[in-house]
């Protein structure tokens, strides 16, 4: 399989615990609101401070009235990479890929090769989960130590891209001679921000699984890419 496309910047996460994020939503014009597109993704402890959580989410800003028609792509494989000895190379990954109303999950095992090409690792600790409809409850299941989530999300991802671009772009925009935007000092505006994904869904991929599993030391890198069969 070929990479169509890899989020850009691996996320540290402290062993010990915290929670890191690293956030896309815009992308390259040959995966842009296309079924392979990475939003975000999230990693940070689960409840059971033994374990670490992987999110991806994917196909972002899907209206509510189009969530119940999206799908994951059964011709696109996602790769979370972890990198557990700081070397910016994956020593472990966890693949996952949709077949006929289920997302399997292959690993965390060695990739057979590491770089932009892979193969699924069907050799790998093998698991699966039914993907939870739109409106029904998460279907969530746990084997092998490990739990496994697939489906529909609220897009968790807060961004007030108005006032964003007020920053970034300052101009004078009423004509009074003063750039607009290029400050915002206290006991000025509204004080509320405007949430540009509220009211959007995505499709999200969650693995939870023992910190054991990805490695020894206080802390890892980790990537997610999505490739396309070829």
Do not use: C
Not at 46 to 66: H, K, T, Y
Not at 101 to 122: E, V, W
Not at 130 to 139: E, H, L, P, V
Request: hydrophobic share 40%; no cysteine.
């Amino acid at each position: 399989m070929k990479k169509s496309k890899i989020l850009i910047g691996a996320a540290v996460i402290a062993i010990a615990g915290f929670f890191t994020i690293a956030a896309d939503h815009i992308d390259a014009p040959a995966v842009a609101g296309g079924t392979s597109d990475i939003t975000d993704i999230y990693g940070f402890q689960g409840q059971d401070s033994d374990n670490i959580v992987f999110v991806a989410n994917v196909q972002g800003l899907i209206s509510p009235a189009n969530t119940a028609s999206a799908a994951f792509d059964e011709n696109v494989l996602f790769e979370f990479n972890i990198d557990n000895n700081g070397d910016a190379i994956e020593d472990l990954v966890i693949q996952a890929t949709a077949r006929n109303g289920k997302m399997y999950f292959f690993g965390p095992t060695a990739p057979t090769q590491t770089g932009l090409n892979s193969t699924i690792a069907t050799t790998a600790a093998t698991n699966s989960v039914d993907i939870t409809s739109y409106g029904s409850s998460a279907i969530v299941e746990s084997n092998n130590d490990m739990r496994f989530f697939a489906g529909p999300r609220d897009d968790p991802f807060f961004m007030d891209f108005v006032r964003y671009t007020q920053i970034v772009t300052p101009g004078d925009d009423d004509g009074d001679g003063m750039e607009e935007g290029a400050f915002l000092p206290e006991g000025t505006g509204d004080g509320f921000a405007s949430d540009t994904f509220a009211g959007t869904n995505v499709l999200s991929i969650v693995i939870e699984l023992p910190k054991s599993m990805v490695g020894s030391g206080d802390s890892v890198n980790f990537w997610v890419e999505s490739k396309r069969k070829q």
